[in-house]
């Protein structure tokens, strides 16, 4: 159980472009789910969490009409990166919790994007 | 002050023995402790959590748990090279979730 999926897992695009990416629990119902960034050897770096039906909170430094994110069902996340630039290029990550943070968050496979 | 801390290693072990991988925390109302396992370009992916004071074995694994202290461990016996990854600690405190920046093991065959 606390399969969670991502689509795509891989997508190159030109800068300037934007870029939709879905996270989606498949056996569980996420209340909560987070989108994370990793750079090449750096650390997970958490960009923004979200609840069903609400909006997103972003961390500080993460431009929320960069970085648009809809919880549009309890299953279904999507994170989409508008105008990307080369300096977007990372590994996206979301994880869910079918709770609020004192549950267990289980990770998607991850996204991983290149601007050119 | 890191919310959660961790030696970046990296740590080495030969085939066999016990690696040890430790992470401090910061909020005393931290409840729920988690350790991840990451392979190189891979998402992480949970091993185990342990909520109270203790130790908690789960096959090789062990995470050990130490609220007094803000201390918590896990213990990999008969370390395997499949083993060698990045490992990361997490914390639960109340409405927040915090990682560390993670452990980096190498497993010598």
């Known amino acids: 159980g606390a399969v969670v999926s991502q689509h795509p897992s891989r997508v190159i695009c030109k800068s300037g472009t934007s870029v939709k990416i879905e996270c989606r629990s498949l056996?569980?119902?996420?209340?909560?789910m987070f989108w994370y960034r990793q750079f090449p050897k750096q650390s997970l770096m958490l960009m923004a969490t979200?609840?069903?039906?609400?909006?997103?909170?972003?961390e500080q430094g993460v431009e929320k009409d960069k970085f648009l994110i809809n919880h549009a069902s309890l299953t279904l996340s999507t994170l989409t990166v508008t105008s990307a630039h080369p300096e977007d290029s990372s590994f996206y990550i979301c994880?869910?919790?079918?709770?609020?943070?004192?549950?267990?968050?289980?990770f998607g496979p991850g996204t991983r994007l290149l601007v050119l | 002050q890191k919310e959660v801390e961790q030696n970046s290693g990296p740590l080495s072990v030969p085939e066999g023995a016990i690696a040890s991988l430790n992470c401090t925390y910061s909020?005393?109302?931290?409840?729920?402790f988690f350790w991840y396992r990451q392979y190189s370009g891979k998402s992480p992916e949970l091993i185990m959590f342990?909520?109270?004071?203790g130790d908690k074995e789960d096959g090789r694994f062990t995470a050990q748990l130490n609220k007094a202290s803000q201390y918590v461990s896990l213990l990999i016996r008969d370390s395997q090279p499949s083993d060698s990854a990045t490992y990361l600690c997490a914390v639960n405190p109340p409405n927040q979730f915090y990682f560390g920046t993670g452990t980096s093991l190498t497993v010598i065959p």
């Open positions: 979200s609840n069903e039906g609400s909006k997103a909170t972003y």
């Open positions: 056996d569980f119902q996420a209340t909560t």
């Open positions: 994880s869910a919790t079918p709770g609020t943070f004192q549950e267990t968050q289980y």
């Open positions: 342990i909520y109270s004071n």
């Open positions: 909020d005393r109302g931290s409840q729920s």
